[in-house]
């Protein structure tokens, strides 16, 4: 796996009404790390947006609502060759951007700050009942079944909080509509033999707002994804020799 130790890396902040957040946040962001430092804001009424730019941030408005569309429009902004794509919603330390871009400079093509490994915590542990939890572990489990020929698994198929070069999200032929982008990118990485790894940051509960992808028909998308893709002829299929043995409502975009 060749390292990237010129890599230029862009730092991106996926908001929507997350005022709160941004303000515990973005003042502990490493910004020095990075070539460039943008947001893209789903739709923010709350002064989200003008607390960043007040921050120095530029704020570019998607143009058209999901997740899917945020992470898109996100690399259309992108002027790097790698973008570290960060929630600022109180509850991941910012310091794991580091070692997101530490990984992806040492040649991974897609990282992700993991709330599964050990080591790690999720916000749902210590409680008895984790239906969150567990339906991301049922979708890595399904994903990797499905489609990983070598390398790890990755558990945590639905964090946000990642890393990935442009050249390989180009390739991965992602959706530009829906919810399902996360786990998308988990299984066309493994589809593609791509270079891969994830590592524990803890998760703590949020301090203003709640999430916006409700459990029930979220779980009908991603199920639905992972049938399209079972069925879909593409050509990501086709031999590719990998890098290296692998390591280490749709209204509603954001986390």
Same mark, same amino acid.
Request: proline share 8%.
């Given at each position: 796996?060749?390292?990237?130790?010129?890599?230029? +890396?862009?730092?991106? @902040?996926?908001?929507?009404?997350?005022?709160?957040?941004?303000? @515990? *946040?973005?003042?502990?962001? &490493?910004?020095?790390?990075?070539?460039?430092?943008? +947001?893209?804001?789903?739709?923010?009424?709350?002064?989200?947006?003008?607390?960043?730019? +007040?921050?120095?941030?530029?704020? %570019?408005?998607?143009?058209?609502?999901?997740?899917?569309?945020?992470?898109? %429009?996100?690399?259309?902004?992108?002027?790097?060759?790698? =973008?570290?794509?960060?929630?600022?919603?109180?509850?991941?330390?910012?310091?794991?951007?580091?070692?997101?871009?530490?990984?992806?400079?040492? /040649? %991974?093509?897609?990282?992700?700050?993991?709330?599964?490994?050990?080591?790690?915590?999720?916000?749902? *542990?210590?409680?008895?009942?984790? &239906?969150?939890?567990?339906?991301?572990?049922?979708?890595?489990?399904?994903?990797?079944?499905?489609?990983?020929?070598?390398?790890?698994?990755?558990? *945590?198929?639905?964090?946000?909080?990642?890393?990935?070069?442009?050249?390989?999200?180009?390739?991965?032929?992602?959706?530009?509509?829906? =919810?399902?982008?996360?786990?998308?990118?988990?299984?066309?990485?493994?589809?593609?033999?791509?270079?891969?790894?994830?590592?524990?940051?803890?998760?703590? /509960?949020?301090?203003?707002?709640? #999430?916006?992808?409700?459990?029930?028909? #979220?779980?009908?998308?991603?199920? /639905?994804?992972?049938?399209?893709?079972?069925?879909? &002829? =593409?050509?990501? *299929?086709?031999? %590719?020799?990998?890098?290296?043995?692998?390591?280490?409502?749709?209204?509603?975009?954001?986390?």
């Amino acid at each position: 796996m060749p390292s990237r130790p010129k890599l230029r +890396a862009s730092l991106c @902040l996926i908001v929507w009404n997350e005022l709160a957040g941004c303000r @515990l *946040d973005v003042p502990r962001l &490493p910004r020095e790390l990075f070539a460039e430092v943008y +947001a893209v804001d789903g739709g923010s009424t709350d002064g989200t947006v003008e607390y960043l730019e +007040a921050q120095g941030i530029p704020v %570019h408005r998607q143009p058209r609502r999901s997740l899917n569309a945020a992470y898109s %429009h996100a690399v259309d902004q992108c002027t790097t060759e790698a =973008v570290v794509v960060f929630f600022p919603k109180g509850t991941i330390d910012p310091a794991c951007v580091v070692s997101l871009r530490r990984l992806l400079a040492e /040649g %991974h093509d897609l990282v992700v700050a993991s709330r599964n490994l050990p080591g790690a915590r999720n916000e749902e *542990d210590g409680r008895v009942f984790k &239906p969150r939890k567990w339906g991301v572990e049922a979708l890595s489990l399904a994903a990797a079944l499905l489609w990983r020929r070598e390398g790890p698994r990755l558990l *945590d198929v639905l964090h946000g909080v990642k890393a990935f070069t442009v050249e390989s999200y180009r390739r991965m032929k992602l959706s530009d509509t829906g =919810v399902t982008i996360d786990l998308e990118m988990t299984v066309r990485a493994y589809r593609l033999r791509l270079s891969r790894t994830e590592f524990p940051v803890a998760e703590q /509960g949020r301090h203003a707002g709640q #999430t916006r992808f409700k459990i029930l028909p #979220t779980g009908r998308r991603l199920a /639905g994804f992972l049938w399209r893709e079972l069925v879909r &002829p =593409v050509d990501l *299929d086709l031999p %590719h020799p990998p890098s290296s043995p692998a390591s280490g409502p749709e209204q509603q975009p954001l986390q």
